[in-house]
């Protein structure tokens, strides 16, 4: 009698669940069309209006004193929150390639994260490109940048990294918030992400130091930039609450280089050039303000790519390509790094919940373990085409690349269709190498902005990446016959050496693969290989820019690099421009700056 008592209050429960969700969703559909009410500044880049960029015109108020105080180039993660900041005391121009985030439900909605990713159209949020390694990775093209793809996992930097990189402690940590308070939530810890929690405790990865930002050795649950209807909050939306009437934001605007006036002793950047939607070229300017600048906020790849093609970079490569050499600099585009990534499928005996990555396993091996859980068993995972980004690719990775035909593949993708599927069903339990000794570097291949230039990462080419590797592989191998995994599948010895098989089998690189040899872990680590797109250098300090971010040997131009913690800065009238947006004064007026903003990159995992 208790338990029939009970119906109508669970039923009710669910069904004003159901109703609250419904209307969310709702609601999201029918406001997508009004993110222009809120991001009056945002436009496309064919509505710019210049004679020569000195007279542009902004949300119907005219810039009297001709051109811009800064141009950003790249709207990602550093850029946003830079004009943000920037816009409240100067005129600002963020131009950015790909479009805005705010209707795409392929990036705002958490089910739709692999989806996005696989889209290999010109249209995609993510641009892919596989490396010279052989391994697909992808960038982000769209105003938010990486936060508009990556797997929303948040963190704080650790200290010794802020120590490292010689950054005031106490400022970082009181400007974090500024991040916090807009995008970033406590996630809803899926059953997944509990059985992880559980089983890193139980092999020693401790202590737990539960729901935390901070970056500490042990076990913990992170932030997340998904709320709780599972909507993704990008970098984008910290543009929210810039000053509209300083700020001009073009999408669609792809740079093809930047203007330098060379007449000096050092080269002056004075403007950049770039192509809207349509193919036509325009040229937006810098004011004569003192002070004013251009940050190029690109990237790991775009920034070094963009400076080549403005004609930094090695003297030979740019005449190679018949680039008018601006400053020659061997090391633009060099020391590229990528933190490999390995993976093993977990098959479950029940379908599991969707989760992106939630708890986090920091190792005092140089290892960090994460998971993710149900999105091979959706639908779409099954039954689409994904192109050269997709399973299908993967599936066939034990034949080297020249023999992998088209034929092969539509055959495969056809049978996929009658797999059983529950045989979909299961989740991945990830080891990723923390600050990896490999390097690489980038070169172009054309002068096409919107091509991508050639990368090399050269993963595990530093013996100390491959044995960290081996190691976080071991642990994995712990988890996966963990007691609290039995829930979901039994892993003995025989089970485990068939789950490193399954995980070579499928996965999605071009790596020829060794299968059936689970004795080398070595060999294991080597074969599936594939990214957690944490790839960073090209712009190296002391090499390219200088400590204060401006490029060496130019003036008026910072590169601002999107790695773990992106800089910015709230700033005073009376100050003047310098590195990397920041402006400084004395040293009592960089102390009145009202506020610096630390933005946390939110990690793409």
């Given at each position: 009698m ?9 039923f ?15 609601t ?6 009004k993110?222009?009410?809120k ?33 950003i ?10 004009a ?32 996005s ?25 769209i ?19 802020i ?24 996630p ?10 559980e ?48 700020l001009?934001?073009l999408?669609?605007a792809t ?14 950047a004075?403007?950049?050039?770039f192509?809207?939607e349509?193919?036509?070229q ?15 906020s ?45 993976t ?22 140089g ?26 690719i ?41 600050s ?40 994995v ?129």
């Open positions: 208790a338990v029939v008592g009970r119906l109508p209050v669970i009710i429960n669910q069904l004003l669940l159901s109703l609250l969700l419904c209307l969310h969703f709702t999201l559909i029918q406001g997508a069309g993110w222009e009410d991001y009056p500044f945002i436009r496309e880049a064919s509505t710019f209006s210049s004679s020569d960029g000195t007279n542009n015109e902004s949300n119907g108020n005219n810039n009297k004193k001709g051109g811009y105080d800064y141009i180039v790249g709207g990602g993660t550093a850029g946003c929150p830079l943000n900041t920037l816009s409240q005391k100067f005129r600002v121009l963020l131009v950015e390639r790909g479009g805005v985030p705010f209707a795409n439900a392929n990036v705002s909605f958490m089910q739709n994260f692999h989806i990713l696989a889209d290999t159209s010109s249209t995609s949020a993510s641009q892919y490109f596989v490396s010279t390694d052989g391994v697909f990775n992808s960038r982000a093209r105003l938010g940048g990486g936060t508009c793809i990556n797997a929303g996992f948040y963190t704080r930097a650790g200290p010794s990294y120590q490292k990189v010689g950054w005031d402690s106490k400022l970082v940590n009181e400007s974090y918030p500024w991040i916090e308070k807009q995008i970033v939530h406590r809803n810890l899926a059953p997944w992400q509990e059985a992880v929690r089983s890193l405790l139980e092999i020693g990865i401790s202590p737990f130091n539960g729901f935390t930002y901070d970056h500490i050795y042990g076990t913990k649950v992170g932030g997340t930039i998904f709320d709780r209807f599972g909507r993704r909050h990008t970098a984008a939306e910290l543009l929210a609450t810039a000053n509209p009437k300083n001009d934001v999408v669609h740079v093809q280089k930047i203007d330098f006036d060379t007449s000096g002793k050092k080269p002056r004075v403007g950049v050039i192509k809207d349509n193919g036509k325009h040229k937006a300017v810098l004011s004569k303000r003192k002070g004013s600048e251009i940050i190029v690109c990237g790991a790849i775009g920034s070094p790519h963009i400076l080549m093609l403005s004609g930094i970079g090695p003297k030979a490569e740019l005449e190679k390509l018949n680039i008018p050499v601006v400053l020659d600099n061997k090391f633009v585009g060099q020391g590229m790094s990528d933190n490999p990534l390995n093993i499928f977990v098959p479950t005996n029940r379908p599991v919940e969707q989760s992106l990555i939630q708890t986090v396993g920091i190792t005092k091996v290892v960090y373990v994460e998971a993710s859980s149900g999105f091979g068993q959706s639908g779409d995972s099954i039954t689409c085409n994904h192109g050269v980004a997709s399973a299908e993967g599936q066939l990775s034990t034949i080297p690349p020249k023999q992998r035909t088209l034929e092969a593949i539509e055959a495969f993708r056809r049978s996929k269709k009658n797999i059983p599927h529950e045989a979909f069903r299961g989740g991945f339990i990830l080891e990723k190498i923390a990896p000794l490999s390097r690489g570097n980038i070169s172009l291949v054309n002068t096409n902005p919107d091509d991508n230039p050639s990368i090399t990462f050269n993963y595990f080419s530093h013996p100390r990446d491959l044995k960290r590797c081996v190691d976080g592989i071991r642990i191998e712990k988890i996966a016959k963990s007691k609290h995994f039995t829930n979901y599948t039994q892993c003995d010895k025989e089970t485990l050496d068939k789950l490193l098989n399954m995980s070579i089998q499928a996965n999605v690189n071009l790596i020829p693969k060794h299968t059936h040899n689970t004795e080398s872990l070595e060999q294991f680590c080597k074969d599936t290989v594939i990214t957690i797109w944490h790839y960073h250098g090209g712009c190296h300090v002391g090499k390219v820019i200088a400590p204060d971010h401006r490029v060496l040997g130019v003036n008026r131009l910072p590169c601002y690099r999107r790695f773990h913690i992106q800089r910015v800065a709230r700033h005073k009238s009376s100050s003047h421009g310098d590195d990397d947006g920041q402006v400084h004064g004395s040293e009592d007026s960089q102390r009145e700056i009202r506020k610096r903003s630390w933005f946390v990159k939110t990690t793409l995992k």
